[in-house]
């Protein structure tokens, strides 16, 4: 929480969009430092200078292998989640013995998926959107009865970045398992927040974003369980033991590996959870019916709450309050002024959805900022109701 101006002009300002990213940890800065000026070698290189580094992009590999419960051979590093979800869909696709691949989701997925699957309906595949409760939950049935003889990839979001809600990605890789196709899970939200043993999941492919648990921007990762069969998106020299071109970015190699190990603590999130319940019982008594609750009440990230202000515009609240930083839906299309694609698939209504706010917190949030948030927003839609 920073603090700014002093008396009456002191305004708190308050971090709540941890969802779109959180800010580097201490320890993950610290990793960090040593390769911005002492460790500037080539990793490929084999001399003095590049095995040090070639060790720590090694380290980095190994620690995000420990926190999802795979071989350090089965993690490659990428730009990030982007990258590793375009890398996942275009590579099953281009490495698939199938005249006309066809691909399921589902319709709450995020536009890193979206928008690779509708770059390759525009070349040939066939792409099913699976549709959702009105909680966001995915029916695993729904998803068998999408898959056809010449499905080849099933994509899956392990956590709604908006609403917060957990797929039952487990149950879904039974029915993939049996059917004989790939399953991808992009978990650039759930990393850091709940478990993503690879195993207990169950999937073939899944996609890492180290800045949404604590670890730098512009780098990310993808699982790919040994012997599944992936063409590479970025084609050069062998890096990444063939599997994606590019000499590696060691300084957020390094980053991602040490909030990889940061994030094999979940312990934190008991408390989050407990300040996200205690806002949302806040809310709920000074609005009551007034206020609803986007998402599974149960199946849910510990830290994200996204409620709808009935009667209201989300977008219009938060302007009011310029000290929050929260957001209507996702970051990478909350500047849009049409309602959330995620919560018009959960069936919400267009002047419900229109209410929208994602409060997401993370480890450094505090009861005073929630205090304070409560005040703001009573301070808001007072005015707005008198106004």
């Known amino acids: 929480m920073d603090m700014r101006g002093a008396g009456e002009d002191e305004v708190v300002m308050i971090y709540l969009d941890y969802n779109a990213s959180t800010p580097i940890a201490a320890q993950v800065r610290e990793a960090m430092l040593p390769f911005l000026s002492e460790h500037y070698g080539n990793p490929s290189s084999t001399h003095w200078a590049g095995v040090p580094a070639a060790q720590a992009v090694a380290r980095a590999r190994d620690q995000l292998a420990m926190l999802l419960g795979c071989s350090p051979g089965e993690v490659i590093f990428t730009s990030g989640g982007s990258e590793a979800n375009n890398?996942?869909?275009?590579?099953?696709?281009?490495?698939?013995?199938v005249e006309k691949p066809h691909i399921v989701t589902t319709a709450i997925e995020h536009p890193a998926i979206v928008e690779p699957c509708r770059y390759l309906e525009r070349h040939g595949v066939d792409v099913t959107f699976v549709g959702v409760d009105s909680t966001g939950l995915v029916d695993p049935d729904d998803i068998a009865a999408a898959i056809r003889p010449e499905t080849v990839l099933v994509s899956v979001m392990h956590a709604n970045n908006e609403v917060g809600t957990i797929q039952p990605i487990a149950e879904?890789?039974?029915?993939?398992?049996?059917?004989?196709?790939?399953?991808?899970?992009?978990?650039?939200?759930?990393?850091?927040?709940?478990?993503?043993?690879?195993?207990?999941?169950?999937?073939?492919?899944?996609?890492?974003?180290?800045?949404?648990?604590?670890?730098?921007?512009?780098?990310?990762?993808l699982y790919v369980r040994e012997g599944t069969r992936l063409a590479p998106f970025v084609h050069g020299a062998g890096h990444e033991s063939g599997r994606r071109a590019g000499t590696e970015n060691v300084l957020l190699d390094v980053g991602l590996g040490a909030a990889a190990e940061l994030a094999g603590?979940?312990?934190?999130?008991?408390?989050?959870?407990?300040?996200?319940?205690?806002?949302?019982?806040?809310?709920?008594?000074?609005?009551?019916?007034?206020?609803?609750?986007?998402?599974?009440?149960?199946?849910?990230?510990?830290?994200?709450?996204?409620l709808s202000f009935l009667g209201r515009d989300g977008r219009e609240i938060l302007t009011a309050m310029p000290e929050v930083a929260a957001s209507t839906g996702s970051a990478c299309h909350s500047g849009g002024t049409e309602p959330s694609p995620v919560l018009a698939a959960m069936?919400?209504?267009?002047?419900?959805?229109?209410?929208?706010?994602?409060?997401?917190?993370?480890?450094?949030?505090?009861?005073?900022?929630?205090?304070?948030?409560?005040r703001r927003l009573t301070e808001v839609l007072s005015a707005d109701s008198t106004s």
Do not use: C
């Open 87 to 97: 890398t996942s869909l275009k590579g099953v696709v281009e490495a698939a013995d």
């Open 172 to 221: 879904i890789s039974h029915i993939t398992r049996a059917a004989g196709v790939l399953l991808h899970s992009d978990a650039a939200q759930s990393v850091g927040k709940i478990p993503t043993r690879v195993d207990d999941l169950g999937v073939d492919l899944l996609s890492v974003a180290a800045h949404k648990f604590y670890g730098p921007k512009g780098v990310g990762a």
């Open 265 to 306: 603590d979940l312990t934190w999130t008991k408390g989050v959870r407990e300040l996200r319940d205690w806002l949302w019982l806040q809310l709920q008594d000074r609005w009551g019916e007034g206020v609803v609750l986007n998402g599974h009440p149960t199946e849910r990230l510990p830290n994200t709450l996204n």
């Open 347 to 374: 069936g919400v209504p267009r002047e419900v959805g229109a209410g929208a706010i994602r409060l997401s917190l993370g480890r450094m949030t505090t009861h005073e900022e929630l205090e304070a948030l409560v």
